[in-house]
């Protein structure tokens, strides 16, 4: 018995520092935001109760929904942009090619490159008037292309440059996903006389279906956190088609002090998430 | 072994412990003042500091640059929250002042021993009025300016043969059109009149918008017994100005922050900016690149001087100041005609201070600087901000309305000033 309590004793202790971060920066926080958001306080005055009024404000409040829009449009054009082109990828690399490891590398690359820093990079690409891509365009006869200042496609180049930087982790996902395929339902296929079509529709594509569903969730989960691009690139604009929900709540929180109301944006953002990855889950096993 | 590893863990606490004391209670200086990181500003200030603390060893002061952040406003506001204030901070934003004193974090200047003597002494009444806060009272102490104007490309401006600089809307928008041209020949515009920024930032609208108000209007307030006052000839107007100048491709829309300077690159023949420019310029034209400044253009029927934005910067007291009386002691040290001197020939900005151009002291170092004559001139007619705690987001509403309008031709500027007004309104209601 005092062995058991001395090793449970050591547990404890081994396991507390980690108990001291969880209490400190997440149960605290979360809880506090809970709080927060029946409350009106700029940060350097007093909290101010305010009952309901945040949630009131929430849901008459155009701009919020209008970010949401914003964040689905995104989020329908990146997913499965980012899936067919890195699924493609993986494709391609998983077959026999010249210095495969070298376009593994450079595929990944963008990956590990700060995001502020492919922005600014992508910002520049952009440009209307300055901008490499729109030279390129007129140089072949062309006319230029407003990639940030229409609004019709300003979220759209926002959401292709997303899919350039992250694109590169969901293809060693697909590679590994698609290097687990057992070989012999290939052998197999081949016996039958399988299209290459065919052997990827209907062997490749439901094996790696565990592997689709978890770039499906990992890419709606950071296409929700939509918050550099439309930052560094456009502010929010043209026209707030590109505001972004965490945008908004940032602008909310550090830019005017409505820190009861951009916590109660973010509750209520945080429960759509949720609802959005439960939806696709169930979609994706009612397929299995 | 078991008393090794205790007695690691007790000093191992120890040193966290004594790291983590220290703080305002442990200095050995009376008063502590923040400045802003700016390289001039910090030479006279340390001047300042070493005179100081020469003639009052028993109440030293310990002075340190603002710490590194995204900016100043951001550092100022987490030392606000963190009660880690300096007792005295220079390169206040004067918009910012209202939203701290509704905090009581600043202590009211008025209240302290030889105040409105000597603000009356540096300030006109104009200024004083101005810096006055909505219960009575003065938090901010007005320090330096830097007005802005118009910077132009004297070779360009030349050679476009106008009658005289372009200072009226028409004007402007004729040398405009005689001046944009398509260089490469591939049907774009890839030389502009000026630029000003795009970007949908509440504080950019100080560099274009509130600017050109200021001026059309002489000086008028954006926000007025807490209503919006801006809905008015002069706002349209503006609005108005800068929709055609984007309508005709006279301004790029695009941001221009990446390569070289557009102005020094020749792209542009001018802009709206300050006299921080000057040095800048001095560095970095090219030969026989020639600029000079004239006043922000005005409506056609503007008569009398032109006004103009003045990004007045302020001194204010912590309510964490211990000895606030002997805290504006010092800052009188800064701001007398003497310290004044000292700002000038360090920093090149123009201190907040009435008849500038009359003070015979100073006389030597405008002769020698003669590039800032155009500003100590311009100095007489300026405007800084209104007092309203949620300024930042009026300037937000504003900027909706002006990238509406302005940028993308969508609303007519009559009603997006009346969208801004209505708007504002709802948001200053909100705040009773």
Same mark, same amino acid.
């Given at each position: 018995m005092r062995i058991q309590s001395k090793k449970s004793m050591i547990s404890y202790f081994l396991v507390s520092p980690y108990l001291v971060h969880l209490i400190l920066f997440v149960s605290f926080p979360v809880i506090f935001s809970v709080v927060l958001t029946f409350h009106k306080w700029n940060i350097i005055s007093e909290m101010q109760y305010v009952g309901i009024d945040n949630y009131t404000r929430l849901f008459q409040d155009r701009l919020f929904w209008k970010s949401l829009v914003n964040t689905l449009t995104f989020l329908v054009v990146h997913i499965p942009l980012q899936i067919i082109i890195a699924l493609a990828l993986a494709y391609i690399l998983d077959?026999?090619? *010249?210095?495969k490891g070298f376009f593994r590398a450079t595929f990944f690359l963008p990956v590990v490159i700060s995001g502020v820093v492919v922005t600014m990079i992508w910002k520049q690409l952009y440009?209307?008037?300055?901008?490499l891509i729109n030279k390129l365009l007129v140089s072949i006869g062309l006319g230029k292309v407003?990639?940030?200042?229409?609004k019709n496609i300003a979220m759209i180049s926002i959401a292709i440059m997303a899919t350039w930087k992250n694109v590169g982790l969901y293809v060693i996902l697909f590679l590994v996903g698609l290097q687990s395929v057992p070989q012999r339902y290939y052998e197999a296929a081949d016996v039958e006389g399988a299209s290459r079509w065919q052997k990827f529709r209907y062997i490749t594509l439901p094996a790696i279906n565990p592997t689709i569903f978890m770039v499906t969730i990992l890419s709606t989960i950071g296409g929700f956190n939509l918050f550099i691009e439309p930052y560094i690139m456009t502010g929010g604009g043209p026209l707030n088609s590109t505001l972004s929900a965490v945008l908004y709540i940032y602008k909310q929180a550090f830019? *005017?002090?409505h820190m009861g109301y951009s916590a109660s944006l973010g509750l209520i953002f945080a429960f759509i998430i949720m609802m959005v990855v439960v939806i696709q889950k169930y979609m994706i096993e009612k397929d299995e | 072994m078991k008393r090794i590893s205790q007695y690691g863990i007790y000093l191992f606490l120890l040193v966290i412990l004594s790291a983590c004391s220290g703080g305002k209670n442990d200095r050995d200086s009376i008063l502590e003042y923040w400045s802003s990181n700016n390289i001039g500003e910090i030479t006279f200030s340390q001047k300042i500091v070493e005179a100081w603390n020469l003639e009052h060893p028993g109440s030293t002061l310990k002075f340190q640059p603002?710490?590194?952040?995204?900016s100043s406003e951001e550092i100022i506001l987490a030392a606000v929250v963190g009660k880690t204030t300096p007792d005295i901070y220079s @390169?206040?934003?004067? $918009? %910012?002042v209202e939203f701290y004193a509704k905090a009581n974090v600043?202590?009211?200047?008025?209240?302290?021993?030889g105040f409105d003597n000597f603000i009356r002494d540096r300030c006109d009444s104009l200024t004083i009025r101005e810096i006055t806060s909505s219960d009575g009272h003065i938090y901010q102490f007005p320090w330096k300016i830097n007005p802005f104007m118009t910077i132009y490309n004297k070779k360009f401006l030349a050679e476009l @043969?106008?009658? %005289?600089?372009?200072?009226t809307y028409t004007e402007y928008l004729n040398a405009a059109e005689k001046f &944009? !041209?398509?260089?490469?020949?591939?049907? /774009?515009?890839?030389?502009? =009149?000026g630029n000003t920024s795009v970007?949908?930032?509440? /504080?950019?609208?100080? =560099?274009n918008f509130y600017t050109l108000y200021i001026a059309a209007s002489d000086g008028?307030?954006?926000? &007025?017994n807490n209503r919006?006052? =801006? @809905?008015n000839e002069y706002a349209i107007g503006v609005f108005r100005f800068l929709q055609e100048i984007y309508k005709q491709d006279y =301004? %790029? !829309?695009?941001?221009?922050?990446? $390569?070289?300077?557009p102005f020094l690159a020749g792209k542009i023949a001018s802009k709206f900016t300050g006299p921080w420019e000057i040095e800048y310029l001095e560095r970095y !034209?090219?030969?026989?690149f020639e600029f000079d400044y004239f006043p922000i253009p005005v409506p056609d029927d503007h008569q009398g001087p032109i006004y103009t934005y003045c990004d007045p910067k302020s001194i204010v007291i912590f309510n964490?100041?211990?000895e606030p009386q002997l805290a504006f002691e010092f800052i009188k040290t800064m701001v007398d005609k003497k310290g004044d001197l000292l700002f000038l020939q360090s920093t090149k900005q123009l201190p907040r201070r009435k008849g500038l151009d009359t003070i015979k002291a100073y006389e030597n170092f405008f002769n020698e600087n003669q590039r800032l004559q155009a500003f100590v001139e311009q100095a007489k007619y300026i405007r800084g901000m209104d007092n309203c705690e949620v300024i930042t987001e009026v300037f937000d509403i504003i900027t909706q309305e002006y990238e509406a309008c302005?940028?993308?031709?969508? &609303?007519?500027p009559e009603k997006a000033i009346a969208d801004a007004e209505r708007a504002v309104n709802i948001l200053l209601g909100n705040r009773k």
């Open positions: 077959q026999k090619i *010249f210095c440009g209307v008037d300055t901008g407003e990639w940030m200042t229409n830019e *005017f002090y | 603002i710490p590194e952040g995204q @390169n206040m934003w004067q $918009g %910012s600043l202590i009211p200047l008025d209240t302290l021993a @043969n106008l009658d %005289s600089l372009p200072e &944009k !041209k398509d260089l490469t020949g591939d049907g /774009y515009i890839d030389q502009w =009149f970007r949908l930032v509440w /504080y950019q609208r100080l =560099f008028l307030p954006l926000i &007025k919006a006052s =801006f @809905n =301004f %790029s !829309k695009e941001d221009q922050t990446a $390569g070289q300077d !034209k090219p030969e026989g964490t100041c211990r302005v940028l993308y031709d969508m &609303k007519e």
